[in-house]
């Protein structure tokens, strides 16, 4: 009865829907290889074949990006890790993962996996069926040697639509895509909080099952790295120094975010303006600068702010609060680094020169007011003469004659 028309599912526009399709429209079918069961609903993204209609509208789901994360379309979820499949033999499979005496193992290097066919994957790195002839590095099945010598060729077949970046991989595109959609599709389904990444998510977890615990404060930490990282704090312990300074960090990833500042690197970059960044936080922080979200907003007065640390400082305005003060004449701050600024007229440290004549300032924006001297700019104008000046204090003073004359 199958013979000439198939039922199959289409992926268009982002959308899943059934289609008939005849023998006709493919000529290149394949028998499924486990059985004989006749498999007449083909998906037309993958070419995977299903016995049932509902397996095949539940699979094309797996095609459809707003779908694919969402609980409904992934009924079956792991208690223990969070983690949500769309068929209940797979979640059968995964839950071996977390009961160790019942899993396949590598018998060379001890690594453990849910099922026969990913280790079967796994074992052909082992025997360097799909090796790189470049490189030498061995892959485990034929797409992941294909994704890899793309490092090699250089080759990036996938664009992004937002801002034409390329990538290598599907899955690195749809990474990406993330920044631009604010996308979270992996959601914990204890605290309601979401990431990016799935890794993320797992990670989470383990916070909500305390399985990586402080004994001393009763911190939960995500990973067993942060638990030693975290151990740190309470021992003092501080392993890893800067060879420029000799400041020492508890973690390594401290002493990397450190060694920015003396080598200069700048390794976070903007897909919009090309602008680089020390640091990962700063450089999402900037992103908010092109798509104009000011997530921080006053309940006083309606104002919001791209930055929680300008949002704080504006709230002082409101409360009149001024908790930096200048321990050498008892002058109050609403913010941190105004208190900054100001010890400079203590110390007589100016950091910022004019390039042209090497006058020093305390402040970045003098030496922008300054310029002006030497570029001739004079952007304030009187409305009653039309005569302009450098500063905005000699306008304020020429208005003052005028009246008075």
Same mark, same amino acid.
């Given at each position: 009865?199958?013979?000439?028309?198939?039922?199959?599912? %289409?992926?268009?526009?982002?959308?899943?829907?059934?289609?008939?399709?005849?023998? %006709?429209?493919?000529?290149?079918?394949?028998?499924?290889?486990?059985?004989?069961?006749?498999?007449?609903?083909?998906?037309?993204?993958?070419?995977?074949?299903?016995?049932? #209609?509902? &397996?095949? =509208?539940?699979?094309?789901?797996?095609?459809?990006?707003?779908?694919?994360?969402?609980?409904?379309?992934?009924?079956?979820?792991?208690?223990?890790?969070?983690?949500?499949?769309?068929?209940?033999?797979? $979640?059968?499979?995964?839950?071996?993962?977390?009961?160790?005496?019942?899993?396949?193992?590598?018998?060379?290097?001890?690594?453990?996996?849910?099922?026969?066919?990913?280790?079967?994957?796994?074992?052909?790195?082992?025997?360097?069926?799909?090796?790189? =002839?470049?490189?030498?590095?061995?892959?485990?099945?034929?797409?992941?040697?294909?994704?890899?010598?793309?490092?090699?060729?250089?080759?990036?077949?996938?664009?992004?639509?937002?801002?034409?970046?390329?990538?290598?991989?599907?899955?690195?595109?749809?990474?990406?895509?993330?920044? &631009?959609?604010?996308?979270?599709?992996?959601?914990?389904?204890?605290?309601?909080?979401?990431? #990016?990444?799935?890794?993320?998510?797992?990670?989470?977890?383990?916070?909500?099952?305390?399985?990586?615990?402080?004994?001393?404060?009763?911190?939960?930490?995500?990973?067993?790295?942060?638990? *030693?990282?975290?151990?740190?704090?309470?021992?003092?312990?501080? $392993?890893?120094?800067?060879?420029?300074?000799?400041?020492?960090? =508890?973690?390594?990833?401290?002493?990397?975010?450190?060694?920015?500042?003396?080598?200069?690197?700048?390794?976070?970059?903007?897909?919009?303006?090309?602008?680089?960044?020390?640091?990962?936080?700063?450089?999402?922080?900037?992103? /908010?600068?092109?798509?104009?979200?000011?997530?921080?907003?006053?309940?006083?007065?309606?104002?919001?702010?791209?930055?929680?640390?300008?949002?704080? %400082?504006?709230?002082?305005?409101?409360?009149?609060? #001024?908790?930096? +003060?200048?321990?050498?004449?008892?002058? *109050?701050?609403?913010?941190?680094?105004?208190?900054?600024?100001?010890?400079?007229?203590? =110390?007589?440290?100016?950091?910022?020169?004019?390039?042209?004549?090497?006058? %020093?300032?305390?402040?970045?924006?003098?030496?922008?007011? &300054?310029? /002006?001297?030497?570029?001739?700019?004079?952007?304030?104008?009187?409305?009653?003469?039309?005569?302009?000046?450098?500063?905005?204090?000699?306008?304020?003073?020429?208005?003052?004659?005028? +009246?008075?004359?």
């Amino acid at each position: 009865m199958y013979d000439r028309d198939i039922l199959c599912c %289409a992926h268009y526009a982002g959308k899943s829907y059934c289609k008939v399709k005849t023998e %006709a429209d493919s000529s290149d079918h394949t028998e499924h290889s486990h059985d004989d069961k006749p498999r007449p609903y083909w998906c037309t993204v993958c070419d995977k074949r299903f016995t049932r #209609k509902e &397996h095949l =509208t539940r699979h094309s789901t797996l095609h459809t990006r707003e779908h694919s994360h969402r609980d409904e379309a992934r009924p079956y979820l792991c208690t223990v890790c969070g983690k949500r499949f769309v068929w209940k033999h797979h $979640l059968t499979r995964h839950s071996m993962l977390h009961d160790t005496g019942n899993v396949y193992s590598c018998n060379l290097c001890e690594k453990s996996f849910s099922c026969q066919r990913n280790l079967d994957e796994h074992m052909n790195i082992h025997i360097d069926k799909y090796k790189c =002839t470049e490189c030498g590095r061995c892959c485990y099945n034929s797409q992941h040697l294909a994704e890899h010598r793309r490092s090699h060729s250089g080759e990036k077949p996938f664009e992004c639509g937002v801002c034409s970046k390329r990538f290598t991989t599907s899955r690195n595109l749809t990474r990406h895509s993330r920044i &631009h959609s604010g996308e979270k599709p992996y959601k914990c389904d204890v605290c309601h909080k979401a990431f #990016k990444e799935l890794y993320h998510l797992r990670h989470h977890m383990n916070i909500h099952r305390r399985t990586y615990t402080c004994m001393e404060c009763g911190k939960c930490c995500y990973g067993s790295q942060h638990l *030693a990282e975290h151990r740190r704090t309470h021992s003092g312990e501080k $392993l890893f120094e800067c060879t420029v300074c000799s400041k020492h960090f =508890t973690t390594s990833s401290g002493l990397d975010v450190h060694s920015r500042i003396h080598s200069g690197e700048k390794q976070y970059q903007c897909c919009v303006c090309d602008e680089g960044f020390r640091w990962r936080r700063t450089l999402l922080r900037h992103i /908010r600068v092109h798509t104009g979200e000011k997530r921080y907003m006053c309940h006083m007065c309606d104002k919001s702010f791209i930055r929680s640390r300008d949002f704080n %400082a504006h709230i002082r305005i409101h409360t009149g609060e #001024k908790p930096y +003060r200048c321990h050498m004449c008892d002058k *109050a701050f609403n913010r941190r680094d105004s208190l900054h600024t100001h010890m400079r007229v203590h =110390t007589g440290e100016k950091p910022y020169k004019c390039r042209i004549c090497n006058v %020093a300032f305390i402040q970045s924006g003098m030496v922008s007011v &300054h310029m /002006r001297i030497h570029t001739g700019e004079k952007p304030y104008k009187c409305s009653l003469c039309d005569k302009t000046f450098i500063y905005s204090s000699t306008l304020r003073q020429h208005k003052r004659v005028q +009246r008075c004359n």
